[in-house]
């Protein structure tokens, strides 16, 4: 990692209510707890370069969720989303965090609202980039089932010659082309991991990254936004008919101290793809100190 990001220290571990264990990389920095929560597919040290930007701000804290990074989980496992939450609320416990705040991305941010929702006051604050709460009612699960996202998944190349072909691969292609090359290679070098073969293997098994998509319209979380009383700040990319920049707004009204915020020029990957953008709204809506 480039010498402004935080070392490649080992893991702490939470155990989440169901006693898996979870993954949580101390990011560094000073202040406020900050925690951070990652996209499905992804792990906690994404985050790196936007903690960088906040380290004169905040501590950084961020878990790998179950089945993702280096916190295992069963390739048969349910991936329920509010296991999520109590993969957050593990990881606030075994920190003994107090007057928190968070940010997360997709799922990540999915996670934290319900989490908020497992237990209202977790949170002083949140700013949640495009989280997945769709309106309406729960998908059935053979409508679930057909996520084109899912089946992307399942198609996922998981093994590359070495760190350096993986993250060739992607920076030539769209979509993690998108993201800057610090967060690139920390999702490689933190997502992978080296085989007996030498080879390099995703750590988020395709099956499980499926699953999780699969699971995302099964929460129901967007019926009970009103119990959410912290401040949320919902940003979002460029807006489209359908998917997490489009349901942005519905979001933000449901929510009694929701606020929407746009970035025209970012995608999905947003916190990704700018992270020191990113970081600077995080400390201004978050209320972080510099």
């Known amino acids: 990692m480039p010498p402004d990001l935080p070392s490649s220290a080992p893991p702490l571990f939470a155990t989440s209510a169901d006693k898996t264990p979870i993954a949580i990389h101390d990011l560094g920095g000073s202040g406020s707890p900050l925690l951070l929560c990652h996209a499905t597919g992804f792990h906690g040290r994404v985050w790196a370069p936007v903690a960088a930007t906040l380290r004169e701000r905040a501590h950084s804290y961020a878990p790998d969720l179950r089945g993702h990074g280096d916190s295992p989980v069963d390739a048969d496992a349910p991936m329920d989303w509010w296991d999520f939450a109590q993969d957050v609320l593990a990881t606030v416990d075994s920190l003994r965090l107090q007057e ?12 934290l ?21 769709f309106p309406g009612s ?14 992307s998944a399942r198609r996922r190349r998981s093994t590359f010659d070495s760190f350096e072909t993986a993250i060739a691969n992607f920076a030539a292609k769209p979509p993690m082309n998108e993201l800057c090359p610090e967060a690139l290679d920390a999702y490689v070098r933190h997502g ?20 999780v998509y699969e699971m995302g319209t099964q929460h129901g979380a967007f019926a009970r936004l009103g119990e959410v009383t912290c401040p949320v700040t919902v940003a979002r990319g460029t807006s489209s008919t359908f998917g997490p920049a489009a349901i942005a ?16 020029d970012l995608g999905h990957f947003g916190p990704l793809q700018d992270p020191a953008t990113i970081a600077n709204c995080i400390a201004q809506c978050l209320g972080l100190a510099t």
Do not use: M, W
């Open 100 to 111: 928190v705040r968070a940010a997360g991305h997709s799922k990540g941010a999915t996670a």
């Open 138 to 151: 729960v998908l059935p699960v053979d409508v679930a089932a057909k996520n084109p996202l899912a089946a």
């Open 192 to 211: 992978f991991r080296t085989g007996p073969d030498g080879q390099v293997h995703l750590k988020c098994q395709p099956e499980v990254e499926a699953r």
């Open 113 to 133: 609202l319900l989490a908020e929702l497992l237990r209202p006051g977790t949170f002083v604050g949140l700013y949640l980039f495009e989280p997945i709460v």
């Open 249 to 264: 707004p519905a979001i933000a009204d449901a929510l009694p101290l929701g606020r929407l915020e746009e970035h025209p």
